[in-house]
T-cell receptor, first 114, second 119 residues
Framework: AQKVTQAQTEISVVEKEDVTLDCVYE???????LFWYKQPPSGELVFLIR??????QNEISGRYSWNFQKSTSSFNFTITASQVVDSAVYFC???????????FGQGTELSVKP | GAGVSQSPSNKVTEKGKDVELRCDPI?????LYWYRQRLGQGLEFLIY????????KSGLPSDRFSAERTGESVSTLTIQRTQQEDSAVYLC?????????????????FGEGSWLTVV
């Protein structure tokens, strides 16, 4: 069975702090995709990143970075120097590489205070 | 438009009435998904279309829920005899399957959702 666990329900930080959102997944597939989405208060899900299981190279995009470790089945997301606009619910998700449904974690609500 | 379009954006209906929610996927996207998100909750998968076929409808919560897709484009999610527990945001998403290697596979893009309130 496929499962995504985001153990942190809520995180609150002060602006400019670094914050890491945890994601642990379970799958029997050898090839799969992992995703992170952001859901700001407006409600729309915004795609942030897709990573396939063949590529364990970590990725950095501006203040965002992702750490994919197959050995621990984790795909953690770090925001450096957080800003108030980063306040949102962040979802980690998993899919089979051939497509099909995304399995979402329960989300982590990040609150960045000025 | 360039994104996934959903209508209506908001719908208030009386308990027992039927509702139809529409999704226009990104042009050329063959895969289409419906999800439900109750207030403060995560996303629940409802159904997945590949073309006009639905290989996975395991998430439809009851026989009051149905969905169809025509022309490998527009999809309609229908909820019959609505109940208060159906109140949620219904999110549609679409993707284009990758060509060749898994590394070129799909990214799933979401619409803004249809907010359904059953009173």
């Amino acid at each position: 069975a496929q499962k995504v666990t985001q153990a942190q329900t809520e995180i609150s930080v002060v602006e400019k702090e670094d914050v890491t959102l945890d994601c642990v997944y379970e799958t029997r597939d050898t090839t799969y995709y992992l995703f992170w989405y952001k859901q700001p208060p407006s409600g729309e899900l915004v795609f942030l990143i897709r990573r396939n299981s063949f590529d364990e190279q970590n990725e950095i995009s501006g203040r965002y970075s992702w750490n994919f470790q197959k050995s621990t089945s984790s795909f953690n997301f770090t925001i450096t120097a957080s800003q108030v606009v980063d306040s949102a619910v962040y979802f980690c998700a998993l899919s089979h590489y051939q497509g099909g449904k995304l399995i979402f974690g329960q989300g982590t609500e990040l609150s960045v205070k000025p | 438009g360039a994104g996934v379009s959903q209508s209506p954006s908001n719908k208030v209906t009386e308990k027992g009435k039927d509702v139809e929610l529409r999704c226009d996927p990104i042009s050329g996207h063959t895969a289409l998904y419906w999800y439900r998100q109750r207030l403060g909750q995560g996303l629940e998968f409802l159904i997945y279309f590949q073309g006009n076929s639905a290989p996975d409808k395991s998430g439809l919560p009851s026989d009051r829920f149905s969905a169809e897709r025509t022309g490998e484009s527009v999809s309609t999610l229908t909820i019959q005899r609505t109940q208060q527990e159906d109140s949620a945001v219904y999110l549609c998403a679409s993707s284009s399957p990758g060509q060749g290697l898994p590394s070129s596979g799909n990214t799933i893009y979401f619409g803004e959702g249809s907010w359904l309130t059953v009173v």
